[in-house]
Nanobody, 126 residues
Framework: QLQLVESGGGLVQSGGSLRLSCRPS????????IAWFRQAPGKEREGVAC???????YYADSVKGRFTISRDSSTNTVTLQMNSLKPEDTAVYYC????????????????????WGQGTQVTVSS
């Protein structure tokens, strides 16, 4: 299992922005995919965005036009830029990675990924 380190969560007002980062601690990004999932209290874990080394991407309908996922090979980091945040975006956000999975435009599943981060809390106040 790969180790992933997340950062960037916090508290923000509705309409504000946050940037989440995910960095593998013991390997360099080079193939496969990295994704962000989120889980709100009492709800199922939801795939938010995914980016592959094939340049395939996925965004959940609920975040399209507001969130942007990107990767930086020089810093070995994947970033989720979250703009126009809404209270319903409040959740624990998890980074996930797998060297053998490539994002599908139709959706992503938690079970597609073999490694996960510890999660970071994002709270959006109204």
């Amino acid at each position: 299992q790969l180790q992933l380190v997340e950062s960037g969560g916090g508290l923000v007002q509705s309409g504000g922005s946050l940037r989440l980062s995910c960095r593998p601690s013991r390997f360099r990004l080079g193939r496969g995919s990295i994704a962000w999932f989120r889980q709100a209290p009492g709800k199922e874990r939801e795939g938010v965005a995914c980016i592959s080394f094939s340049d395939a991407m996925y965004y959940a309908d609920s975040v399209k036009g507001r969130f942007t996922i990107s990767r930086d090979s020089s810093t070995n980091t994947v970033t989720l830029q979250m703009n126009s945040l809404k209270p319903e975006d409040t959740a624990v956000y998890y980074c996930a990675a797998d060297p053998d999975y490539y994002c599908s435009a139709t959706g992503i599943l938690w079970s597609d990924f073999g490694s996960w981060g510890q999660g970071t809390q994002v709270t959006v106040s109204s």
